[in-house]
């Protein structure tokens, strides 16, 4: 029996960094289902060169429009969320 992580690593699909027009960054995970998680990246408060990840609970499709401000992705709004997602990360 595979473990919790081996789980994850064959589920995964892509795993990407995208700026949004703002200032933020966004990690995005891709599964072979064309789910997907978003964590936003929270910068650290001292010098240090760690950052932390904060789950986005707002939605995918809100991260995604998000990112569109900052990138040549263009959200279609014809499409699911897992198509735009598909879109996205093909970039």
């Known amino acids: 029996m595979g473990s919790d992580a081996e789980e994850f690593k064959e589920s995964l699909r892509s795993?990407?960094?995208?700026?949004?027009?703002?200032?933020?960054?966004?990690?995005?995970?891709?599964?072979?289902?064309?789910?997907g998680l978003v964590f936003e990246k929270q910068s650290s408060d001292d010098n240090l060169a760690i950052a932390?990840?904060?789950p986005v609970y707002r939605g995918l499709m809100d991260s995604m429009r998000s990112i569109a401000e900052g990138?040549?992705?263009?959200?279609?709004?014809?499409?699911?969320?897992?198509?735009?997602?598909?879109?996205?990360?093909q970039e």
Not at 21 to 28: A, S
Not at 71 to 86: A, C, G, P, S, Y
């Open 15 to 35: 795993f990407k960094e995208f700026s949004d027009g703002n200032g933020g960054h966004y990690l995005i995970m891709q599964f072979e289902d064309d789910s």
């Open 52 to 54: 932390e990840l904060s």
């Open 71 to 89: 990138t040549d992705f263009e959200v279609n709004k014809d499409r699911n969320t897992q198509q735009n997602l598909r879109g996205l990360m």
